[in-house]
């Protein structure tokens, strides 16, 4: 209903009372009608449902063309108040509430958080799914700082990351001597969580021997340090992640079934970024001030259009690094679009192409700023054969700062000399 849509978004009352709609000021909803009465009807809610009902008005409450002393309304509805034609819709979605750390305002993600946040005081544990990049571990902290543990460790481990030999003591710990290199005792990954919160990220990758172990220290509430005569108890709150379907590892026979029911006390997946559209521009403007140095930086139309319009397969993981890449290459407080260098595919020859230009096929995982911006502008200096006009254009900055960035990487011909 146009107006009364938002009298409803406006008035909080309704939940407790009624809204009254009318010429009088004194009204909730004021329409400016001489055909209509100064307390005309009044909205209220019963039963979970929306009625309205005519306060004896000069001219009568007409719904759906009908006149009516009370009546129930409801999305599509049409209510004739004097010479003004209103029509009942739906809220239209708020942003979810945040959570602690998460950057959101597209309501898409409110169904996930809302999961996420009733589940938190619980000691429920907790299975997150997404895709890389889409903010499992920021949702797992979020649970563990509205839990009571929130003044305990929170203890993140990539179960893909744990060495097979080790796994075992870097999970439950060690004693001094348990094994060459042993040197001192360690409490493991458990033992530092204790009275705390342990995320275990890339569950699915957990190799299946340790998965036996883990459900026993799940079930039993203890461990055992490698090296150790006795286990000890533990108290600690399970929070695990993966990018994997564990269903169907399940079926495979590469995840144990127990084990899934154990961790999966609630499950919530994270819509990948390309499906929270509204969460695109207000993200990079978060890790854009999270540069921190002191600058205050902004995005140009154009650059909330690239941004907008790109699907970020690699998540808020890509678009930070997008966006750290930005502010290198930029010399001014605005981030404009030839600034961001997203990998759109463009540049990619078809599988098995010989024309394929090796200069393109740039792996960027484990370099620093430094030098990914050392790559860009070598590898303009290439493409346009030394021509700074073209170099500066396409990398976005200006040619004295061109100038400068060929002088430190010796890129730069001497001028000549005049000759005598």
């Not at 009364?4 to 009088?24: K, N």
Request: hydrophobic content about 40%; overall charge neutral.
């Amino acid at each position: 209903m146009t107006e009364i849509a938002r009298a409803l978004q406006l008035v909080p009352e309704l939940d407790a009372g009624a809204i009254s709609v009318g010429a009088h000021a004194q009204n909730q909803v004021v329409l400016e009608d001489r055909f209509v009465s100064g307390f005309h009807c009044r909205l209220h809610v019963r039963d979970g449902r929306v009625w309205v009902k005519d306060l004896a008005s000069t001219n009568g409450t007409v719904v759906d063309g009908s006149r009516v002393a009370e009546a129930e309304v409801s999305a599509g509805s049409t209510l004739r108040v004097g010479s003004q034609v209103l029509r009942i819709e739906r809220d239209s979605p708020t942003a979810p509430a945040p959570l602690p750390g998460v950057i959101t305002c597209d309501p898409v993600l409110g169904g996930a958080l809302e999961m996420l946040r009733r589940a938190a005081p619980s000691r429920l544990p907790v299975l997150i799914l997404g895709e890389s990049g889409s903010g499992k571990e920021v949702a797992a902290r979020a649970v563990h700082e509205l839990s009571p543990r929130a003044g305990e460790a929170f203890v993140p481990v990539n179960c893909g990351a744990i060495s097979p030999e080790l796994a075992e003591a870097e999970l439950f710990g060690h004693e001094r001597g348990a094994f060459t290199g042993a040197v001192g005792s360690s409490p493991g990954a458990f033992g530092a969580a204790d009275s705390g919160t342990l995320f275990l990220d890339e569950i699915g990758d957990l190799p299946p021997p340790l998965q036996v172990k883990l459900l026993r220290a799940l079930e039993a509430g203890e461990i055992k340090p490698v090296g150790s005569p006795r286990p000890r108890r533990i108290d600690v709150r399970i929070v695990c992640a993966t990018h994997r379907d564990l269903r169907k590892l399940v079926r495979a026979g590469s995840f144990r079934e127990d084990l899934y029911y154990r961790l999966a006390g609630l499950s919530v997946e994270l819509p990948p970024l390309r499906e929270r559209k509204e969460d695109i521009v207000p993200l990079a403007e978060h890790f854009l001030a999270q540069e921190g140095d002191g600058v205050q930086r902004g995005f140009s139309a154009d650059a909330r259009s690239r941004l907008l319009a790109h699907r970020w397969p690699g998540n808020a993981r890509e678009l930070r690094h997008v966006v750290q890449l930005a502010v290198v290459l930029s010399d001014t407080a605005t981030i404009r679009g030839s600034a961001l260098r997203i990998d759109d595919g463009s540049r990619r020859c078809p599988e098995g192409s010989e024309a394929a230009d090796p200069r393109e096929l740039i792996d960027l995982r484990g370099r620093t700023l430094e030098q990914i911006e050392a790559l860009a502008v070598r590898s303009a200096w290439e493409r346009h054969r030394g021509q700074r006009g073209a170099m500066a254009r396409e990398l976005g900055i200006a040619r004295s700062s061109l100038l400068r960035k060929l002088d430190e990487l010796g890129l730069r011909e001497p001028a000549p000399v005049a000759g005598g």
